[in-house]
């Protein structure tokens, strides 16, 4: 008899701070990148085999792993990003675009260290569906998708006027 088996990740941030000021897109000319696997952003992260469906949520103004609050987020503050994937030997394939609202689910005891409440899928290509799942009454939105055996994963931001930071843990 097979045992089926429940991997418990914890968030891990996607990036090595708040996203402060707009990414360079990934266009191949004005960034400088072309889409070859070797050529992805030092941001992107590297997913793990237990990443076979992820979640992400996003911070705005505090810093989760280390508990350093940078408050400087406010409620209805929008913020938008792009996902794309890599796999190796492989081009970086767009996965979604994505916007965002800063709500008021509160990060320890700051009115400023906030969580995203809203989130809205403009557009996406992936070859699994990616949805936004809300909890509803002003609490912490989710984008949840299949990572399809993709390695990398970066996230783009490209309106950040208040600093999110994208969290990710597998489910």
């Known amino acids: 008899m097979a045992m089926q088996h429940t991997i418990r990740g914890s968030y891990a941030p996607m990036r090595s701070g ?3 000021t707009d990414d360079t897109a990934l266009d191949g000319e004005t960034a400088g990148y072309t889409y070859h696997w070797k050529d992805k952003p030092k941001e992107a992260f590297q997913l793990g085999e237990e990443y076979n469906k992820c979640e992400i949520i996003f911070t705005a103004g505090y810093e ?3 508990s350093t609050d940078n408050a400087d987020a406010s409620d209805g503050g929008n913020f938008a990003f792009k996902f ?3 796999t190796e030997n492989g081009p970086a394939e767009f996965v979604a675009d994505i ?3 800063v709500g008021t689910a509160r990060i320890a005891d700051s009115t ?3 969580y995203v409440d809203r989130l809205t899928i403009a557009s996406q290509q992936h070859p699994e569906a990616v949805a936004s799942k809300d909890n509803g009454n002003n609490r912490i939105a989710k984008l949840v998708f299949d990572t399809c055996g993709f390695k990398y994963l ?3 931001g490209y309106d950040v006027s208040h600093a999110p930071r ?3 843990r597998p489910i």
Do not use: F, M
Request: net charge negative.
């Open 112 to 114: 400023l260290a906030l």
């Open 166 to 168: 994208p969290w990710i």
């Open 84 to 86: 794309y994937s890599y």
């Open 64 to 66: 989760c792993a280390d």
């Open 99 to 101: 916007s965002g609202t």
């Open 18 to 20: 708040d996203v402060t």
């Open 154 to 156: 970066y996230a783009e």
